[in-house]
């Protein structure tokens, strides 16, 4: 898998679980975020682990996406929000 499929998956993943979590009424804001967040971050080491990569960047690219996780999940929200009408009240 290339960087640019990865990425893409990344903002795929994230766009399909924002909007199932915003079905459950029963969360705020903020735990709806911090469950997307959880989901992506297993997403993102799961696949790292599974990519042909030497340890050392798979360490680095670890630690500079998990680390980000919630800025990538809020700008792919803000992106959503903007263009998908209900998503937010």
Do not use: C
């Amino acid at each position: 898998m290339d960087i640019k499929t990865f990425i893409q998956n990344i903002a795929i993943q994230t766009k399909t679980y924002i909007k199932k979590y915003e079905e459950y009424k029963e969360l705020n804001g903020e735990q709806k975020k911090a469950r997307v967040d959880d989901l992506i971050a297993n997403y993102i080491e799961t696949t790292i682990d599974n990519v042909g990569l030497n340890f050392i960047f798979k360490y680095v690219l670890k630690k500079l996406l998990i680390d980000n996780i919630p800025n990538i999940t809020q700008i792919i929200f803000d992106l959503l929000a903007s263009k998908v009408q209900g998503i937010t009240k």
